[in-house]
């Protein structure tokens, strides 16, 4: 029997993605949210929200209180998304012990898989090829470790890949080229593998030199049953993270697909596998060889484009495998892709300084719908991008008959897709997509990092910014005029140069004004306007592309680090790193009062002029809020 009520013990897109199929299948689903800054695309999708006061990393993975929550809402089963306690084998038993129904794996398999070193194992009892590599124990000495470094380099050479046996998402790995840094590096790992998973145990495996990210799904029942539902490509990556993901791969020849499904079958069949799953190879296009990579026992975030060639719906596969049912006779018949797919991730990052996470206030979301385009949407405006969580706001998929017109249509949709407020790398997505090596289906997973100058040098060519430096400025005077009734959607038009822009729509969303345009009859924009303590600052998105600029110089960037007169506030959610002022003291214009640290990123928060600090109302260590009072001044 299908379960009534599922509880989804994750955020962000995945819980919107799997309460659609529930209420599909006519079931209740229940997720977290905070109190504050309740989602509006989860608020939609979910049959109730379970409110609590904040949201953070650790919620979670704190399953028993996430057990608790799924019984006091009377659900029935649990849903884990991805990422979390997704793949995490202790967290499954408890579900089921509890006496919900755990929409996964066994937790058997969860731990089998979970430890690289053992899926290694497995893979090989299964006849399928694994990478050269050495295990090094977490309380293996310096001596011994030394030794089996100096064995495994001298069979296989450099470089390496370190990874934690533990680890996952791309993290805890080291690539090291040069022998004199090995040890260290091996040391370095391990001591993070400690912090990160609590199992400082290591494999150091063979380096492939520029292979392809190949990954196969398999859907598994309870009775026994095992399919294939064909590969994806996710060889675009940066930091060891995937960014774009297709189906099918192109680079494979019939023997090889089959070669390579074959084997993940092989993987599945050995550890009885049910539930949805994916083998991960690295395949080497140039001697046709592939290596098993890992096995994820989980729904994968690249899922969607097996779904869109297959025509089927891989969480409905889930919960109805985990209620015991056998697999669908009508899944069992899907044998070829029909067409191509291809999913980029939205994330809200700086390209430019190595991908580091930009977290901040969405200001507009605008997707852009068309044919063969599909959302799986994440963020909304007036509502924080999270420096606790992994930025990703949305995840774009387009199908067509065709790869390249699925690429089209991809293009198509990212650049009349606006999002303001937040960095994102719509921008370099595009530079990537528009890249004669990803249409010619040419990469490898070291493409964005082997090619990182060429692709932000002609990012920022794209840039070109004259037609929407015209339109901000357009907006601005606008806007910025007094009297001027801005609630209203309102048609004008005014020449500039000999070319208008022309409001379309215009409206009051929070504190933001926003609406779109055209500019010389061709170009369809995108604007938000903000009031701020000296003028007016507009976004403009025209074509995929930014531009910030404001009615008094520099207000747009100061904003981010200053606070008006008075008062210190939090430009971005983060911690308190440091506290460099108490009450009583003097401060000049600029001295530094706050650090907040928002993921890897440090804000240093200056006093706004000069003064004595009345009240500071954080510590360090403290978690703060987008826009919290941090400290209060006294005018000199
Ligand atoms: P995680 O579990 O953190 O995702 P994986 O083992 O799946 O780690 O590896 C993630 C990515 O790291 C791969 O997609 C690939 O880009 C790179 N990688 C891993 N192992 C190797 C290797 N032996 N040679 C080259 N690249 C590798």
Request: hydrophobic share 45%.
């Amino acid at each position: 029997m299908l379960p009534r009520r599922i509880f989804v013990a994750n955020r962000g897109e995945i819980v919107a993605r799997v309460a659609r199929t529930a209420a599909a299948l006519g079931i209740d689903t229940v997720a977290v949210a905070a109190r504050h800054a309740v989602p509006r695309f989860l608020a939609q999708e979910v049959t109730r929200l379970h409110l609590v006061a904040q949201e953070s990393s650790d919620f979670y993975l704190d399953a028993d209180n996430l057990i608790a929550i799924a019984k006091a809402e009377s659900c029935d089963a649990l849903h884990p998304g991805y990422g979390f306690l997704a793949e995490n084998a202790a967290f499954a038993e408890k579900v089921t012990a509890a006496g919900l129904t755990w929409i996964g794996p066994a937790a058997t398999t969860i731990a089998q898989m979970g430890d690289k070193h053992a899926a290694r194992q497995i893979a090989m009892a299964a006849k399928v090829a694994v990478v050269p590599a050495v295990f090094i124990a977490a309380d293996s000495s310096v001596a011994a470790t030394q030794k089996i470094l100096a064995a495994f380099s001298s069979q296989h050479g450099l470089p390496v890949i370190i990874k934690a046996v533990a680890g996952g998402g791309g993290k805890g790995m080291r690539v090291v080229h040069d022998a004199q840094q090995l040890l260290a590096a091996v040391q370095a790992t391990a001591r993070e593998a400690q912090t990160l998973y609590r199992n400082a145990a290591l494999l150091v495996e063979k380096y492939i030199a520029t292979p392809r990210h190949i990954e196969v799904q398999i859907v598994g029942d309870q009775q026994g049953q095992l399919i294939v539902l064909g590969e994806r490509e996710c060889s675009l990556q940066r930091r060891f993270q995937k960014i774009v993901e297709e189906a099918p791969a192109t680079c494979l020849a019939e023997t090889q697909r089959q070669g390579l499904h074959d084997a993940a079958q092989r993987l599945g069949r050995h550890v009885a596998y049910y539930s949805t799953g994916t083998v991960e190879f690295l395949f080497n296009a140039e001697q046709g060889e592939f290596y098993f990579l890992e096995m994820n026992t989980r729904l994968q975030v690249e899922h969607t484009v097996t779904e869109e060639v297959f025509g089927v719906d891989l969480v409905a596969a889930q919960i109805k495998i985990a209620a015991g049912e056998s697999l669908d006779p009508l899944l069992c018949s899907k044998r070829k892709p029909g067409g191509h797919s291809i999913q980029v991730r939205i994330y809200a990052e700086d390209a430019t300084c190595d991908f580091l996470p930009a977290p901040g206030r969405v200001l507009a979301f605008h997707p852009y719908h068309g044919t063969g385009i599909r959302w799986e949407i994440g963020c909304e405006a007036a509502r924080d991008v999270s420096p606790f969580f992994d930025p990703l706001l949305a995840k774009l998929i387009a199908t067509a008959e065709k790869r390249a017109l699925a690429i089209s249509r991809l293009q198509h949709g990212l650049a009349r897709t606006f999002i303001a407020g937040v960095k994102t790398n719509i921008a370099f997505l595009q530079t990537l997509l528009a890249h004669e090596n990803f249409q010619q289906a040419h990469v490898s997973i070291n493409f964005v990092a082997q090619n990182i100058t060429t692709l932000l040098q002609t990012m920022q060519d794209n840039a070109q910014q004259t037609e929407l430096e015209e339109i901000a400025e357009v907006l601005l005077e606008h806007y910025g005029a007094e009297g001027q009734d801005r609630g209203m959607a309102r048609i004008f038009a005014k020449k500039t140069r000999d070319t208008a822009v022309m409001i379309l729509q215009s409206y009051t969303d929070d504190e933001v004004q926003a609406g779109c345009g055209i500019y010389a009859e061709v170009s369809f924009f995108h604007f938000v306007l903000q009031r701020q303590a000296q003028g007016m600052a507009v976004t403009v998105g025209c074509g995929g592309r930014l531009h910030h600029a404001a009615t008094a110089p520099g207000t747009w960037e100061a904003e981010t680090h200053t606070s008006a007169a008075g008062t210190l506030t939090a430009p971005v959610p983060g911690r308190v790193a440091a506290v460099n002022v108490k009450a009583r003291d003097d401060v000049e214009e600029g001295t530094v009062c706050v650090i907040i640290e928002s993921m890897k990123m440090e804000f240093a928060l200056k006093a706004p002029g000069a003064g004595s600090v009345q009240e500071v109302r954080v510590a360090a260590g403290d978690l703060v809020s987008d826009g919290q009072t941090l400290v209060v001044f006294v005018a000199e």
